[in-house]
């Protein structure tokens, strides 16, 4: 089985020969591009495991080299994680809110910066093979092998993290996961994501199901669920 191939979009040298060199040391195959109109590039042209994404980009920004991997067929359903130096909480919600399944502020351990990787082709692996290949709930079905969910028969494009997030609370219908567990699923115990960006996830979540977004239920003070659908 050949090596996994993770690109890094970004413009920094120093910054790419470390990853480079942290990533290649656990395994990987790392293609880099210094903008985002030659990751976008690459992106289509290599179809890489994961996408290591610099928010501050000269020319196209992080956020449009984001948004146009979403868009596009070819790499829509690439885990995306972004790198940025900007810790505020408004800009990574903005990271999120485009389709980004993860980020990492700079600066960052190189371990740290490999559990995420590895975390997200994890979550990327669980939506491709399981035990249950396909959840129903009421309307709503989860295919886990196929990466598609439906609701009414209309399909729904979400993100792996999106994605990953549906089918944690599908499995257990009418349980209430907290907003910790969730974290603790998307990132294995690394606590990384605030509160507000989970909210995001499950607001983009409901949008995209539209009228079976009302499946997913908040319950004040505790977190989130499935609601059983009859």
Not at 51 to 69: A, E, H, N, Y
């Amino acid at each position: 089985m050949g090596r996994e191939t993770i690109l890094i979009i970004e413009d920094e040298p120093d910054l790419v020969d470390l990853v480079v060199f942290n990533l290649e040391r656990e395994g990987f195959h790392v293609v880099a591009a210094r903008s985002g109109e030659d990751g976008l590039k690459l992106a289509a042209a290599r179809r890489p495991a994961a996408i290591l994404l610099d928010l501050m980009l000269p020319g196209l920004s992080g956020l449009d080299t984001c948004r146009l991997l979403r868009s596009n067929e070819q790499t829509s359903r690439i885990p995306i994680i972004m790198m940025t130096a900007r810790s505020e909480e408004i800009d990574i919600v903005t990271g999120l809110e485009v389709g980004a399944d993860d980020y990492v502020t700079k600066p960052f351990s190189p371990r740290v910066l490999v559990a995420r990787v590895r975390a997200a082709l994890r979550r990327r692996r669980a939506g491709e093979i399981g035990d249950q290949v396909v959840l129903d709930v009421g309307r709503l079905r989860i295919d886990l092998a196929k990466h598609q969910v439906t609701y009414e028969d209309n399909p729904a494009d979400l993100t792996h993290t999106e994605f990953h997030l549906l089918s944690t609370m599908a499995r257990r219908p009418g349980w209430v996961f907290t907003r910790s567990q969730l974290i603790d699923s998307l990132h294995d115990g690394l606590h990384v994501v605030t509160d507000r960006a989970i909210d995001v996830q499950i607001a983009n979540l409901r949008r995209k199901l539209g009228p079976g977004g009302d499946l997913i239920e908040t319950v004040r003070g505790v977190g989130y669920r499935v609601r059983e659908e009859q």
